[in-house]
């Protein structure tokens, strides 16, 4: 899980590291629910604003491959979910960009995406299929006019104990968040070349949040 903890906040722990061992353990638990709490609210806050810790803004992403656009139906067999057999597949209206291709799924009645190197076997289109009512691909907003990590604030996990506090993730999420956290290299899809990202600090604390989290703290043990 990659996470932010209590360790992180030396100077909190150096200010009011008496006032806290003083306190019975399930005091100290509330605090540092209260700390964990605001903790991700400001990190959620800073991720929303697509900026680092020491409030820089995000590297930008590389801009996609532009798409390949098909003037011609496809058809072909592609893996189910599980173990059951392929699934046939075909689509009169759709796009490639990069390793994948999105288009509309006759079958499916559906825009669907698939990976071009998992199809298992292009089929002939008939001419009857060429006839055949699809829908068609609406202008879509580009990957690059979202901003990075939409989703990803929801996801982040808050907890604490008698003796700390931490946030992060977990899971696939986790190994996400590392990747951009510390600028390491990943394949952006399974068939994909492995690149190295920029580095996003998703976790971490500003100088004004530590000062926003302190006083908190010591508002927390005077009121007692």
């Known amino acids: 899980m990659a996470t932010v903890e209590q360790g992180d906040l030396a100077e909190l ?7 806290l061992k003083s306190l019975e353990p399930p005091a100290r638990r509330s605090l540092f629910r209260r700390v964990a709490t605001t903790m991700r609210r400001q990190n959620r806050d800073r991720i929303r604003a697509q900026k680092n810790p020491d409030s820089t803004r ?3 992403r590389k801009a996609p491959p532009e798409p390949v656009m098909g003037n011609f139906a496809v058809k072909f067999l592609y893996p189910a979910g599980g173990s059951g057999p392929p699934r046939l597949v ?29 199809v298992i076997k292009w089929l002939r289109v008939d001419p009857a299929d060429q006839n055949k009512g699809a829908g068609r691909i609406r202008n879509r907003r580009t990957v690059k006019q979202r901003a990075m990590f939409r989703k990803i604030g929801r996801a982040m996990q808050a907890g604490q104990s008698d003796h700390d506090a931490w946030i992060g993730f977990a899971g696939m ?3 996400v968040a590392t990747v951009h956290q510390l600028g390491l290299r990943d394949k952006p899809a399974r068939h994909a ?15 004004a949040e530590r000062e926003d989290l302190l006083d908190a703290v010591i508002a927390h043990l005077v009121v007692g």
Not at 13 to 19: K, S
């Open 13 to 19: 722990e150096r200010f009011v590291g008496g006032m």
């Open 58 to 60: 995000f590297a930008p």
């Open 90 to 118: 075909m689509m009169k209206s759709w796009e490639k960009q990069g390793p994948v291709f999105t288009g509309y799924d006759i079958e499916a009645g559906g825009i669907r995406t698939f990976e071009y190197d998992r």
């Open 173 to 175: 999420v986790a190994s």
């Open 193 to 207: 070349r492995e690149v190295r990202y920029a580095r996003r600090e998703l976790l971490g604390m500003t100088a």
